[in-house]
T-cell receptor, first 114, second 113 residues
Framework: GAGVSQTPSNKVTEKGKYVELRCDPI?????LYWYRQSLGQGPEFLIY????????DSGLPNDRFFAVRPEGSVSTLKIQRTERGDSAVYLCASRPTGGWTEAFFGQGTRLTVV | GDSVTQMEGPVTLSEEAFLTINCTYT??????LFWYVQYPGEGLQLLLK?????DKGSNKGFEATYRKETTSFHLEKGSVQVSDSAVYFCALSPTGTASKLTFGTGTRLQVTL
């Protein structure tokens, strides 16, 4: 079946604009994660959903960042009043629940704020 | 908080050379440890894992042993191939779960003929 799909693959936006990044997890995966990867760094945790609810949002850097998963499948990461420092690759991952299971990553959305 | 430190790259090796990429961690309790790989143009993929002390994870000729006494999880391969060229990330998650992964900064491996 299909893997984790992220759209768009690339997004260029002007400073101060609002952006939405979409993640389609693998069908049936109840856990969904967002990470941010800056150039030359490892992925940094942002938020984790279990079903529709955010189980851990401790990684969101500030209140400009928000994520939703209203029906427990597709998730949208929303960034308000974008800043140049928000430029990074935003990664989404999903996994089934029940014990430890591998998380599958999408290829990411490269966000560039100019 | 939890953290992972891995050796800086890039690492350049000739084909069939021995590979070691060092990884040490700081965490409370007994985290699970992972190596992820990112091939050019592809997403992150789990390479191997170990969930308790002295466990050895292995896959595709790569191995790593969970060493609690040295808080290390070094990645090794006896004979690398050009196709192993990629970025390798060491990561950990809290005990018994994969709810949140903490990654190292990544090590780029370049294998030449």
């Amino acid at each position: 079946g299909a893997g984790v799909s992220q759209t768009p693959s690339n997004k260029v936006t002007e400073k101060g604009k609002y952006v939405e990044l979409r993640c389609d997890p693998i069908s049936g995966h109840t856990a969904l994660y967002w990470y941010r990867q800056s150039l030359g760094q490892g992925p940094e945790f942002l938020i984790y959903f279990q079903g529709t609810g955010a189980a851990d949002d401790s990684g969101l850097p500030n209140d400009r960042f928000f994520a939703v998963r209203p029906e427990g499948s597709v998730s949208t990461l929303k960034i308000q009043r974008t800043e140049r420092g928000d430029s990074a690759v935003y990664l989404c991952a999903s996994r089934p629940t029940g014990g430890w299971t591998e998380a599958f990553f999408g290829q990411g959305t490269r966000l560039t704020v100019v | 908080g939890d953290s992972v430190t891995q050796m800086e790259g890039p690492v350049t090796l000739s084909e069939e050379a021995f590979l070691t990429i060092n990884c040490t961690y700081t965490a409370t309790g007994y985290p699970s440890l992972f190596w992820y790989v990112q091939y050019p143009g592809e997403g992150l993929q789990l390479l191997l894992k170990a969930t308790k002390a002295d466990d050895k994870g292995s896959n595709k000729g790569f191995e790593a042993t969970y060493r609690k006494e040295t808080t290390s999880f070094h990645l090794e391969k006896g004979s690398v191939q050009v196709s192993d060229s990629a970025v390798y990330f060491c990561a950990l998650s809290p005990t018994g779960t994969a709810s949140k992964l903490t990654f190292g900064t990544g090590t780029r491996l370049q294998v030449t003929l």
